[in-house]
Nanobody
Framework: RIQLMESGGGSVQAGGSLRLSCVSS????????MAWFRQAPGKEREGVAY????????GYLSAVKDRFTISVDNAQNTMYLQMNSLKPEDTATYYC???????????????????WGQGTQVTVTA
């Protein structure tokens, strides 16, 4: 089973920045889709950003576009989410995910993803 481990969460004031990391137990150098999702208390999980690990074509939730940047370092089997200009509404548990084996699509549909990390908490105070 593929293991994904997130880190980098924390508490920051609005306008601040955080960088989340997600280390995969298996190589990311094959062309797969990975993504970041988040879930705030009382709300449904939503996709934040996705990337294909070889072509590195990213996509973003409109609410975070121009503030968040997703990237991947295949040499380190690590995916990142650079979050700038954070807002209180960004407060959530952030999860990284890896697409199901054999899935050729890449996007923010959570049913496309079969491996998930444990999550890292991001809290943004006003």
């Amino acid at each position: 089973r593929i293991q994904l481990m997130e880190s980098g969460g924390g508490s920051v004031q609005a306008g601040g920045s955080l960088r989340l990391s997600c280390v995969s137990s298996t190589s990311t150098s094959s062309n797969i889709c990975m993504a970041w999702f988040r879930q705030a208390p009382g709300k449904e999980r939503e996709g934040v950003a996705y990337i294909s690990t070889r072509g590195q074509f990213p996509g973003y939730l409109s609410a975070v576009k121009d503030r968040f940047t997703i990237s991947v370092d295949n040499a380190q089997n690590t995916m990142y989410l650079q979050m700038n200009s954070l807002k209180p509404e960004d407060t959530a548990t952030y999860y990284c995910a890896r697409v199901r084996e054999g899935m050729s699509k890449c996007g923010l549909r959570d049913d496309w993803f079969g491996d998930w990390g444990q999550g890292t908490q991001v809290t943004v105070t006003a």
